[in-house]
């Protein structure tokens, strides 16, 4: 039953992957691809979890807590990057 | 309590699939913004609340609890600077200077 569970969560967070590769495949603003960037960290942190579950070890959460933190300073810094590009007129 | 841990992460994950499947259909960055944060917050603490009940230890708890902890104070800023570089990028300050307020008298 858990094994199941865990396997269903691996697939979900890869098709949420798959999706939001669409969405920075096709754009069209760069708000958009960071938006997409989000959903691969929530992705990123749902495997680790799973990994942690599917082997009983927690190093795989101390993981998901690094990926927790750097992924908030990474859309940070897009987002400051693209705020201040947006004035330049078209990209 | 294993059983509900099963129901939580596989409702986890569908709910993660819900907010990718935002990304693509909803018509602008805004809009999908509010799809990625919003329902990528509560995937992820669902996640974590069913690996919580799938193994009731300390050292997986506290590990845990401070993502989700990490998740809950970063991805409302998160959220707020993407919604700002969206309407930045749009070309909408205009129309959100000219907006009227709240505080703003009547008429």
């Not at chain 2, 309590?1 to 960055?29: F, Q, R, T, Y």
Request: net charge neutral; hydrophobic share 65%.
């Amino acid at each position: 039953m858990s094994s199941l569970a865990v396997t269903a969560l691996v697939v979900t967070a890869l098709l949420a992957a798959l999706l939001a590769t669409w969405r920075i495949l096709a754009g069209p603003t760069h708000a958009d691809r960071i938006v997409a960037l989000d959903i691969f960290l929530a992705a990123a942190v749902a495997l680790a979890v799973a990994a942690s579950l599917a082997t009983g070890r927690t190093v795989f959460l101390d993981v998901a807590i690094g990926l927790a933190l750097v992924g908030f300073v990474a859309t940070i810094g897009w987002a400051r990057v693209v705020e201040s590009r947006a004035g330049e007129g078209p990209q | 309590m294993s059983l509900l841990g099963a129901l939580l992460l596989v409702l986890g994950g569908l709910l993660l699939v819900l907010a990718a499947w935002g990304v693509i259909v909803l018509p602008d960055a805004l809009a999908r913004q509010h799809a990625a944060t919003k329902a990528g917050t509560l995937a992820l603490a669902l996640v974590c609340i069913g690996a919580l009940l799938q193994v009731p230890d300390t050292a997986w708890a506290w590990r845990l609890a401070l993502i989700l902890g990490f998740l809950l104070a970063t991805l409302p800023v998160a959220s707020h600077l993407l919604a700002r570089a969206a309407v930045r990028e749009a070309g909408m300050d205009v129309a959100v200077r000219e907006a009227p307020r709240v505080d703003a008298p009547p008429g």
